[in-house]
């Protein structure tokens, strides 16, 4: 089945303490992204990457890190959570961005204390 | 960055009425995509438009893609109670690789 997988789903954790979200496609798909959705505001894109090695900032890179070693795998690194990074987060896939279907994963609601 | 004007931010229906909701933007995109986000989900494309004036239907979902490239709209007709969720709009740019998205549109049926 294809599909797109993040974990964990749920995350609490505290200021501070470094966190990575994975996120995994398998469609062999070579655009992935990062968004996070805030009530009243819609998603917003935190990176993205067009393939292997190539990642570029979104609209609200601040506090976040990626990385793309393998095509499949897109990480979500936060290297200080601080409260203001509370949110639920979509890892996102598709063969290619214009016109291109983009497959979401389930999300993951974090909540930094 | 900078985000689509999307309206209304909600609405409340009986079943069986028709919905529409519009998205606006002050720059112009070449690609309007609809999205539909269920609870505890993540957004599901459903219906892509690519040129101005592109009108498109899904069984019971209509969008349009507006004539100045600035606006698209979404219409549901005879809603049912699967319906519900939230529904996003993006735009996109050639040349930009980033989809905007609109702050979506809450559905609730009333029963």
């Known amino acids: 089945e294809a599909q797109v997988t993040q974990n964990p789903r749920y995350l609490i954790t505290v200021t501070g303490k470094k966190l990575t979200v994975t996120c995994s496609q398998n469609?062999?798909?070579?655009?992935m992204s990062w968004y996070r959705q805030d009530p009243g505001l819609g998603l917003r894109q935190i990176y993205y990457?067009?393939?292997?090695?190539?990642?570029d900032k979104g609209d609200v890179p601040e506090g976040y890190k990626v990385s793309r070693k393998e095509k499949r795998n897109f990480p979500l690194i936060l290297e200080s959570p601080s409260p203001n990074q509370t949110s639920l987060y979509f890892c996102a896939s598709s063969l290619g961005l214009a016109g291109g279907t983009q497959y979401f994963g389930p999300g993951t609601r974090l909540t930094v204390l | 960055g900078q985000q689509l004007n999307q309206s209304p931010q909600s609405m409340f229906i009986q079943e069986g009425e028709d919905v529409s909701m519009n998205c606006t933007s002050s720059?112009?995109?070449?690609?309007w995509l609809w999205y539909k986000q269920d609870p505890g989900e993540g957004p599901v494309l459903l219906i892509a438009l690519y040129k101005a004036g592109e009108l498109t239907s899904n069984g019971r979902l209509t969008a349009q893609f507006g004539i100045t490239r600035k606006d698209s709209f979404l219409n549901i007709s005879a809603s049912i109670p699967s319906d519900v969720g939230i529904y996003f709009c993006a735009g996109l740019r050639f040349g930009n690789e980033k989809l905007t998205f609109g702050t979506g549109t809450r559905l609730t049926i009333i029963p």
């Open positions: 720059s112009i995109f070449n690609t």
């Open positions: 990457s067009m393939n292997v090695e190539v990642t």
């Open positions: 469609m062999n798909h070579e655009y």
